[in-house]
């Protein structure tokens, strides 16, 4: 993972548990703290502060990962604004990751570990689908992850939604379905 996924994990665990609170989590996770954004690191690096900040704050690691990547949406909203006020709509913005956003992210860092998505929708055609599913495959299996890119997306554009996870990796599917359904309101 890149550095730049640090410093927005530290900047969670720093606005809602202070320096100390940071420290605390290095600390348990033998880590020297110091990231460089554009610099990779190995991703057990990521999943033992991940684990620290779970004994830290007594919050459940796959609860910790959600809660993470609704916070990612509000520093790459912060860092790339145009990729959301490009998009009509959640659907739209959730097509755009691995058609546009993914792919420049790979243009800028090479060795960047962007996962794949594919889509899937029950009309593909229809001019303002209400329903998608991002089928995720990654070594990483972060599908906990995309449900909180997801939600957090989801609370950007304020659609309200319902996430279903049918098929999942961690339960020994090829991948992960992630089927987003808009609710009227
Ligand atoms: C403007 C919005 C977004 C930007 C700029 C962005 C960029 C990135 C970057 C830089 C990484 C880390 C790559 C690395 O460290 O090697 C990443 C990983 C990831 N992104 Fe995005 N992303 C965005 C939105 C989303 C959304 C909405 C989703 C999900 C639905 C998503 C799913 C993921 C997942 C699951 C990973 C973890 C890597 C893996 O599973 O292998 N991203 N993204
Ligand atoms: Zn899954």
Not at 36 to 60: F, K, Q, W
Not at 72 to 86: A, C, H, L, Q, S
Request: hydrophobic share 40%.
């Amino acid at each position: 993972m890149k550095g730049i996924v640090f410093d927005m994990l530290r900047d969670m665990v720093e606005e809602q548990y202070g320096l100390d609170g940071w420290q605390a989590v290095l600390d348990k996770a033998g880590s020297d703290g110091l990231f460089i954004s554009t610099d990779s690191y190995h991703d057990e690096e990521l999943l033992a502060l991940v684990a620290a900040g779970s004994e830290v704050t007594g919050i459940d690691p796959n609860d910790l990962v959600f809660a993470f990547g609704q916070f990612m949406v509000g520093e790459f909203y912060k860092r790339f604004p145009r990729y959301f006020d490009e998009c009509d709509g959640l659907i739209d913005f959730l097509l755009s990751v691995d058609r546009v956003i993914h792919v420049e992210v790979r243009k800028l860092f090479p060795d960047a570990g962007v996962p794949e998505f594919r889509y899937s929708q029950p009309t593909p055609d229809q001019q303002s689908p209400d329903q998608l599913t991002m089928i995720y495959q990654s070594q990483r299996k972060l599908c906990r992850l995309a449900e909180g890119l997801i939600d957090g997306s989801a609370r950007h554009f304020n659609q309200p939604y319902q996430l279903q996870h049918p098929l999942c990796m961690h339960r020994d599917d090829p991948q992960c379905h992630l089927i987003v359904t808009l609710l009227a309101g």
